[in-house]
């Protein structure tokens, strides 16, 4: 194991890591009252025996907070509590980005504060439900469409979001274009039935992306800016459409042009979603000249693969890490996998099934 490239040091822009491996985004519902704690810390320092951890989707405004228990980076209450878990994953030795996640349209009155407005690019209500705290599972409520004002609004909020990263001690931003959130609403012609110039066209759909992108690149620089996207994915009610290919290779040619440091590519097969053709895959890596990160039920085995292929330059792991919190070392070392996954925790408020998973013991 130790010739593999997974194990080897990389870099994201100018940032070292000493693996090729990424800890994915999870979401964990354990900031209570929307603001990171010590428990959170606990959690990713255990995990930062990987090249880069990227956290759990962060609203960037209370409008995105659209789960219980997601934090926010959009207040200094919020600030100082990530500055728990950036000091204590560095302290390790590891890197971390946060995850910016607006849910945009995939939320619920009940999980947001007074004040807040569930907004998408268009009223088109998501089939299905999600969990309240305080009345369990509800129905998805119809969005309201974003004004031209709204959007001016939502972008500086991302802007601010990924200055405070920064102030919080975090090495980068990953932009959450991905699962059906926000971002990913204004790409499908299904979700954004705009008539303005952020709807219609594939370039028009694709505006406010890549608006977004360019001005947090701009505000804390390119090398510390990602994005993950989802070709072909059907979570949070999004459905195939005909520009599927032609949206995101537009994307990676204006991404490309901004000059970000990577695009997060996820693949939800492993877990039963709908398949990503290679080729779409292809064709991002060949558009797309900095970083690509690969994520979708990779092993060390298939990781190294795809590595060794040029198709992806860093390999992320989720669910893994969850049981797993010396998941490197166990792969490293071919050490046998934790097999229980408790996974009606995995939203829970404690730190069972969250920080009292053990490392490997012989």
Same mark, same amino acid.
């Given at each position: 194991?130790?010739?593999?490239?997974?194990?080897?040091?990389?870099?994201?822009?100018?940032?070292?890591?000493?693996?090729?491996?990424?800890?994915?985004?999870?979401?964990?519902?354990?900031?209570?009252?929307?603001?990171?704690?010590?428990?959170?810390?606990?959690?990713?320092?255990?995990?930062?025996?990987?090249?880069?951890?990227?956290?759990?989707?962060?609203?960037?405004?209370?409008?995105?907070?659209?789960?219980?228990?997601?934090?926010?980076?959009?207040?200094?209450?919020?600030?100082?509590?990530?500055?728990?878990?950036?000091?204590?994953?560095?302290?390790?030795?590891?890197?971390?980005?946060?995850?910016?996640?607006?849910?945009?349209?995939?939320?619920?009155?009940?999980?947001?504060?007074?004040?807040?407005?569930?907004?998408?690019?268009?009223?088109?209500?998501?089939?299905?439900?999600?969990?309240?705290?305080?009345?369990?599972?509800?129905?998805?409520?119809?969005?309201?469409?974003?004004?031209?004002? &709204?959007?001016? *609004? /939502?972008? $500086?909020?991302?802007?601010?979001?990924?200055?405070?990263? %920064?102030?919080? =001690?975090?090495?980068?931003?990953?932009?959450?274009?991905?699962?059906?959130?926000?971002?990913?609403?204004?790409?499908?012609?299904?979700?954004?039935?705009?008539?303005?110039?952020?709807?219609?066209?594939?370039?028009?759909?694709?505006?406010?992306?890549?608006?977004?992108?360019?001005?947090?690149?701009?505000?804390?620089?390119?090398?510390?800016?990602?994005?993950?996207?989802?070709?072909?994915?059907?979570?949070?009610?999004?459905?195939?459409?005909?520009?599927?290919?032609?949206?995101?290779?537009?994307?990676?040619?204006?991404?490309?042009?901004?000059?970000?440091?990577?695009?997060?590519?996820?693949?939800?097969?492993?877990?039963?979603?709908?398949?990503?053709?290679?080729?779409?895959?292809?064709?991002?890596?060949?558009?797309?000249?900095?970083?690509?990160?690969?994520?979708?039920?990779? &092993?060390?085995? *298939? /990781?190294? $693969?795809?590595?060794?292929?040029?198709?992806?330059?860093? %390999?992320?792991? =989720?669910?893994?890490?969850?049981?797993?919190?010396?998941?490197?070392?166990?792969?490293?070392?071919?050490?046998?996998?934790?097999?229980?996954?408790?996974?009606?925790?995995?939203?829970?408020?404690?730190?069972?099934?969250?920080?009292?998973?053990?490392?490997?013991?012989?």
């Amino acid at each position: 194991m130790e010739n593999y490239i997974l194990y080897s040091p990389a870099k994201i822009g100018a940032i070292e890591l000493k693996n090729h491996i990424v800890m994915s985004p999870m979401t964990r519902s354990r900031a209570i009252g929307n603001i990171p704690n010590e428990l959170m810390a606990e959690y990713y320092a255990q995990r930062a025996d990987a090249g880069l951890i990227i956290t759990e989707g962060t609203a960037p405004s209370p409008n995105g907070l659209g789960y219980s228990r997601i934090p926010g980076l959009y207040s200094q209450e919020q600030v100082e509590g990530w500055k728990k878990v950036t000091s204590a994953v560095h302290a390790k030795g590891g890197k971390i980005f946060v995850q910016l996640m607006h849910t945009g349209r995939i939320s619920h009155e009940l999980n947001m504060p007074e004040g807040a407005k569930i907004l998408a690019p268009s009223a088109v209500k998501p089939a299905g439900q999600m969990w309240t705290d305080s009345l369990q599972m509800q129905d998805f409520p119809v969005p309201a469409a974003m004004s031209s004002e &709204d959007i001016v *609004t /939502a972008k $500086a909020e991302f802007v601010t979001a990924a200055k405070n990263a %920064i102030e919080a =001690g975090f090495d980068g931003v990953e932009l959450h274009g991905a699962n059906g959130y926000l971002l990913e609403q204004f790409l499908s012609p299904i979700s954004n039935i705009r008539t303005d110039n952020y709807g219609g066209s594939v370039e028009n759909r694709s505006r406010f992306v890549i608006e977004v992108a360019g001005a947090v690149a701009e505000a804390i620089g390119k090398e510390k800016t990602g994005i993950r996207l989802s070709p072909y994915g059907l979570a949070s009610d999004m459905h195939h459409y005909p520009e599927i290919d032609a949206t995101y290779q537009y994307l990676a040619e204006q991404l490309n042009a901004i000059g970000i440091a990577y695009i997060h590519i996820v693949d939800h097969t492993a877990m039963g979603g709908s398949p990503v053709p290679l080729e779409i895959k292809k064709s991002i890596r060949s558009i797309f000249k900095n970083t690509i990160i690969l994520a979708g039920g990779y &092993d060390q085995h *298939t /990781a190294e $693969a795809a590595l060794e292929s040029g198709l992806g330059d860093l %390999i992320a792991f =989720g669910r893994p890490f969850i049981n797993n919190p010396d998941l490197v070392e166990r792969h490293k070392n071919n050490r046998s996998l934790a097999t229980e996954l408790r996974a009606d925790l995995f939203f829970a408020a404690g730190k069972e099934g969250y920080t009292d998973y053990p490392v490997y013991n012989a």
